[in-house]
């Protein structure tokens, strides 16, 4: 079974300052797809980001991008230019290439602060 | 808007009670999963449906069941329900499309269920 873990429950950062999300994860397939999803205040779960396995690219989607390290199983979030609104829990989250279940890590509370 | 639609929004119910949460998912979606998520566990998968039968089985307990009818739209059922059973249900979706793995999973807004 695949596991995922978030080691940093909680962050902050200042305004406009970058940061930095660690997730790592365990698994023993060579093909699959990692996530991050945002959880807001409201609670709502919203996909940040994502990325296959077998491209070498790390993705990017405006101030999100990953570090994607498949030898060390790493998955790490950096949100440049951080804003307000980038206030909430970021969860990383695994899914294997059989399927599209997801594996949740444990979540990551930011906080963005004026 | 994700374009997955859940309801109720908010439930309060007794200790030992059943309820039933309803789920429709985004047009042309064949997936339909179900999570919990508990101020302390996170969250975590119960179970997915595909075209109608269930594909893959997380933590649920025997007192919850789950259904995905013909139009697609699921039915998560809770019964006997606990104190323990307090939690944000998450219906999720997903196209599936048979062979491909990693298609994005959209979710709900969620159900909150508060028993008392």
């Known amino acids: 079974a695949q596991t995922v873990t978030q080691s940093q429950p909680e962050m902050s950062v200042q305004e406009a300052e970058t940061v930095t999300l660690s997730c790592t994860y365990d698994?023993?397939?060579?093909?699959?797809?990692l996530f991050w999803y945002k959880q807001p205040p409201s609670r709502q779960m919203i996909l940040v980001i994502r990325?296959?396995?077998?491209?070498?690219q790390n993705a990017t989607e405006n101030r999100f991008s990953v570090n994607f390290q498949k030898a060390a199983k790493s998955f790490s979030l950096k949100i440049s230019d951080s804003q307000l609104g980038d206030t909430a829990m970021y969860f990383c989250?695994?899914?294997?290439?059989?399927?599209?279940?997801?594996?949740f890590g444990g979540g990551t509370r930011l906080m963005v602060k004026p | 808007d994700s374009g997955v639609t859940q309801t109720p929004k908010h439930l309060i119910t007794a200790t030992g009670q059943r309820v039933t949460l309803r789920c429709s998912p985004r047009?042309?979606?064949?997936?339909v999963y179900w999570y919990q998520q508990s101020l302390d566990q996170g969250l975590q998968f119960l179970i997915q449906?595909?075209?109608?039968?269930?594909?893959a089985k997380g933590n649920i307990l025997e007192r919850f069941s789950a259904q995905q009818f013909p139009d697609l739209h699921s039915e998560l059922n809770l019964s006997s329900l606990e104190l323990g059973d307090s939690a944000l249900y998450f219906c999720?979706?997903?196209?599936?499309?048979?062979?491909?793995?990693?298609?994005?999973?959209?979710f709900g807004e969620g159900s909150w269920l508060t028993v008392v």
């Open positions: 698994t023993s397939e060579n093909n699959y797809y």
């Open positions: 449906y595909y075209n109608g039968e269930e594909r």
């Open positions: 999720a979706s997903s196209v599936d499309v048979q062979g491909a793995g990693g298609n994005t999973i959209y």
């Open positions: 990325q296959e396995a077998y491209k070498q």
């Open positions: 047009s042309g979606d064949l997936s």
């Open positions: 989250a695994f899914s294997d290439n059989a399927g599209n279940m997801l594996t």
